[in-house]
């Protein structure tokens, strides 16, 4: 069994898929790029602020599904520009401050909306 897990804290989808899918013990976040949800626009500031608001999108998707950031156990990081790594980690680092889940990381030829960086979670709920 799946279940959609949606909030108006974090952008619409931009295309055909859910915010988030809880499956069982499971959440599974759909990438979230540095959009303001107030507005569905890029938020300014570079790679330091696009990382900050994808990841408070991805908070408030996991809070949505009644969790937080600590039950995070995977996160992908796409980034636009690899040159942006350690600018975006220095932000990531401040939400995962003690146990930070696995990661990946991946510079992308382009990412939707012109965004700098898109970040995606598995979340364990159980």
Known sequence: MKKVISTGKAPAAVGPYSQAI???ELLFVSG???IDPATGKLVDGGIEKQTEQALRNVESIVE???SDLDAVVKATVFLQNMSDFTFMNG???SFFESDPPARAAFEVAQLPL???V?????VHLG
Do not use: D, N, P, T
């Open 22 to 24: 809880r499956a069982g």
């Open 32 to 34: 979230q790029l540095g």
């Open 64 to 66: 949505a599904a009644g």
């Open 91 to 93: 932000v990531y680092s």
């Open 114 to 116: 012109g965004g700098l």
């Open 118 to 122: 898109e970040i995606e979670a598995i």
